[in-house]
């Protein structure tokens, strides 16, 4: 006869080897999407070597890989944009929920940009064109950050809310004690003992809009005979660069897209590891 503890111990080790499963079935898929972007795109970045980074990209017609240049430069320039034009907002925006949580006025803006975080990045990218992209008459850098500005803005504000709120209480009494305003306070207390807390946002949100491709396929354009054409002018990003690439009948745009996708990849996990270190070096 089974005994009640042996039962228990038959729903632990059942209910463990369900978990293991559960979990490689989520794992697996993405090591293999990995292990594909590494063999293919390896191939690509190996026979294109540095010239993958700066030069053009090919024609559907051309025998060697080209480069990458005009998606790269657009993907750093556009990011960091969006970064400059959401960061202030978003920081403004959760110093006034966290000082003045019970003012009307801060309990709409929480409201408006987590809400944000809920729209279809589609929507954003058509937004955008109908208004900013028609009345320029053109497609551009500027109009593509703007999209991603507008991504970046609630997760951006979640991750300053946060660091604002791990400063300790001793802190913020102190401050107060020796009459300072809060805004003065926040400038010169607040800012730097949550610095590595808010440079861990900032790195969080560019590494969110970096690898984004809805809020572009309208905004953009698709730079591909020049590096840089200026701000109010088309360019290009490497994951609308992957998106049309893969899309497209031709051979060596496929190879080209594989060697984006490495690329992207670990361009993704330099910024994540880097990020991942500066939060695990805060000291309060």
């Given at each position: 006869?089974?005994?009640?503890?042996?039962?228990r111990?038959l729903k632990n080790?059942?209910?463990?080897?369900l978990m293991?499963v559960?979990s490689l079935?989520g794992?697996?898929?993405?090591?293999?999407?990995?292990?594909?972007a590494?063999?293919?795109g390896?191939?690509t970045?190996?026979e294109?070597g540095?010239?993958?980074?700066?030069g053009l990209?090919?024609t559907?017609l051309s025998t060697?890989?080209?480069?990458?240049a005009p998606?790269?430069i657009?993907?750093v320039?556009s990011?960091?944009?969006s970064?400059?034009?959401?960061?202030?907002?978003?920081f403004?925006i959760?110093?006034l929920?966290?000082?003045?949580?019970k003012?009307?006025?801060s309990k709409?803006?929480?409201?408006l940009i987590?809400s944000f975080s809920g729209?279809?990045?589609?929507?954003?990218?058509?937004?955008?064109?109908?208004?900013v992209?028609?009345?320029?008459g053109t497609?551009?850098?500027l109009?593509g950050a703007?999209s991603?500005?507008?991504v970046a803005?609630?997760?951006a504000?979640?991750?300053?809310?946060?660091?604002?709120k791990?400063?300790p209480?001793n802190?913020r009494?102190?401050?107060a004690?020796l009459?300072?305003?809060r805004f003065?306070?926040l400038r010169?207390?607040?800012?730097g003992?949550s610095?590595?807390y808010?440079v861990?946002?900032?790195?969080?949100?560019?590494?969110?809009v970096f690898?984004?491709?809805?809020p572009?396929?309208?905004?953009m354009g698709?730079l591909m005979?020049?590096?840089?054409?200026g701000?109010?002018?088309?360019?290009?990003?490497?994951?609308?660069?992957?998106?049309?690439y893969?899309?497209?009948?031709?051979e060596?745009?496929h190879?080209?897209?594989?060697?984006?996708?490495?690329?992207l990849i670990?361009?993704y996990l330099?910024?994540f590891i880097l990020?991942r270190?500066?939060l695990r070096g805060?000291?309060?």
């Amino acid at each position: 006869m089974v005994s009640k503890h042996q039962v228990r111990r038959l729903k632990n080790y059942f209910m463990t080897l369900l978990m293991i499963v559960a979990s490689l079935v989520g794992v697996l898929p993405v090591f293999h999407i990995l292990y594909v972007a590494l063999l293919e795109g390896g191939k690509t970045l190996l026979e294109a070597g540095l010239n993958f980074l700066i030069g053009l990209p090919p024609t559907p017609l051309s025998t060697r890989v080209g480069g990458v240049a005009p998606a790269l430069i657009g993907s750093v320039l556009s990011s960091s944009l969006s970064i400059v034009i959401s960061g202030p907002i978003a920081f403004l925006i959760a110093f006034l929920v966290t000082e003045f949580p019970k003012s009307s006025v801060s309990k709409v803006s929480e409201v408006l940009i987590r809400s944000f975080s809920g729209i279809p990045s589609i929507i954003i990218s058509m937004f955008i064109y109908s208004v900013v992209v028609v009345s320029m008459g053109t497609q551009s850098l500027l109009a593509g950050a703007l999209s991603l500005s507008i991504v970046a803005l609630p997760y951006a504000y979640v991750y300053f809310v946060s660091a604002l709120k791990s400063v300790p209480e001793n802190i913020r009494e102190a401050a107060a004690s020796l009459g300072m305003s809060r805004f003065r306070a926040l400038r010169y207390v607040y800012v730097g003992v949550s610095r590595r807390y808010l440079v861990t946002g900032v790195l969080m949100s560019y590494i969110r809009v970096f690898g984004d491709t809805a809020p572009l396929l309208f905004t953009m354009g698709f730079l591909m005979n020049s590096v840089f054409a200026g701000m109010l002018q088309p360019s290009n990003a490497l994951p609308l660069l992957i998106f049309v690439y893969a899309l497209s009948p031709y051979e060596v745009f496929h190879k080209v897209a594989w060697g984006a996708t490495l690329l992207l990849i670990l361009l993704y996990l330099s910024l994540f590891i880097l990020a991942r270190s500066l939060l695990r070096g805060i000291r309060l």
